[in-house]
């Protein structure tokens, strides 16, 4: 078995190099596509820092298997998979609004075992390693230890385009908002999950993530002492919805979701 510690080191190097390319990016004005759908966007540094970021896995284990949003899955049966996201929030990257980020999960074994999330626009890389805590640069983070989902702030997501979703989604933000001190979309759920596990919001939910989204968020929150579960409070196993918390906020949370 690889070193863990060994996966996260060169997953953080990978980390570095990817951002330089994307501060390097957003000097220049940003073109971008839409994959169908007006609101689902993806630029040439999208692939770019995908490619760079396949190579550099490739290079140093050649036998993982890569999940990535941009150049898809490349299965070899290994028990290492990486779930990689190269621009998370890339609406945000084409607007410069300072909320996207670099997001790459190892997972041994179906379970995540380290995750970084490098916000570029703030500066702050989130990474976390299985049993060994989370961090904020070289900061240990925590969940927060606010009880009372009254006294909470939660964020969600959502895919304009899912009608499946909105409605749904719509009343639980509606119920959320009314009941909490409120509710935030900042348009990067990998960030979004770092947020909880900095415990500056109690809980962030939302319908439709692919795995690329969640895998590094997962063992970031998780190391920090929160809870990722699906809607019926079972361990997430990149269900259609995912709900994240301080653990403590976690029961009613699920609640107020089911019940919208
Ligand atoms: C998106 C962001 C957004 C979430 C969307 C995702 P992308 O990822 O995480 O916050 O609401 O569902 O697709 O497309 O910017 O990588
Ligand atoms: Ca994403
Ligand atoms: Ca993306």
Known sequence: MKSTNHILDIALEISDQAAELIRLSSQKI????????????VTQTDIEVDKLIAGKIKESFPE?????????????????????DPIDGTNNFVHNYPSFAVSIGVYLRSKPI????????NNEKFFALKDGGSFSNDSKISVSNKDRFSEGLYV?????????????????????????????????????????????????????????????????????????SNENGSQYNFDKCIVVSNNKVHKDFLKIINES
């Open 114 to 121: 380290v995750g970084v999330v490098y916000d570029i626009p």
């Open 156 to 228: 969600t997501g959502f895919i304009p385009y899912d009608e499946n979703y909105i409605e749904k989604n719509l009343q639980v933000i509606k119920n959320i908002n009314l009941n909490s001190h409120g509710v935030r979309r900042l348009g990067a759920a990998s960030l979004d999950m770092c947020h909880v596990a900095k415990g500056i919001v109690e809980g962030f939910w939302e319908y439709n993530l692919q795995p690329w989204d969640t895998a590094a968020g997962n063992i970031i929150v998780t190391e920090a002492g929160g809870t990722v």
């Open 30 to 41: 940003k073109s971008f596509k839409s994959k169908g759908e007006v609101s689902n966007l």
């Open 64 to 84: 993982h298997n890569v999940v990535s949003e941009e150049l898809g899955s490349k299965n070899l049966s290994s028990e290492y998979t990486w779930y990689i």
